[in-house]
């Protein structure tokens, strides 16, 4: 967690956010699965290296759930953040397997002010996850909004 609060204007284009690193364990994607995804490649090491994906694989969605996970204690906790209207995209380009590494990085694509709303920002990023080889294995596109530091202070 950083020292500073971010507000809506830290989030200038160009700017880039180090989410550091996540190990994926082999219990934490059986578990995610058993609840939410229950597909065999996500709960068994033989279904998985049986299928295209060559291994026990993390859910898509325990793919997204993790980089929640390092956003939030990146940066996003001690933030004036205000949520989400959606999501733009996301990809999953490579299996994410038991025991990789996962580094993940944001970008800032665009931040504008509300015009219907004083004091509240929106802020387009893309972030990224790569595992331990450098190969990328998610892509992430939304927007967010954030109060600015005057609205946060009233």
């Excluded at 065999?40 to 859910?59: Q, W």
């Excluded at 939030?72 to 994410?96: E, H, I, R």
């Amino acid at each position: 967690m950083t020292a500073r609060k971010w507000a809506f204007e830290d989030f200038a284009e160009g700017v880039e956010i180090d989410l550091g690193t996540k190990t994926v364990e082999a219990g934490e994607i059986v578990e995610f699965a058993s609840e939410f995804d229950a597909q065999p490649f996500h709960l068994d090491e033989e279904a998985g290296k049986a299928s295209i994906l060559g291994g026990l694989s993390a859910s898509g969605w325990h793919t997204c759930a993790m980089f929640m996970r390092m956003l939030c204690d990146a940066f996003l906790l001690n933030s004036t953040s205000q949520g989400a209207p959606g999501v733009d995209f996301v990809k999953w380009k490579k299996p994410v397997l038991a025991g990789d590494v996962l580094a993940g990085r944001l970008t800032v694509l665009s931040s504008r002010l509300s015009r219907t709303r004083p004091g509240i920002g929106f802020v387009t990023w893309r972030a990224e996850l790569a595992n331990q080889k450098g190969e990328m294995v998610f892509e992430f596109q939304n927007t967010c909004m954030f109060l600015t530091r005057e609205a946060a202070a009233a």
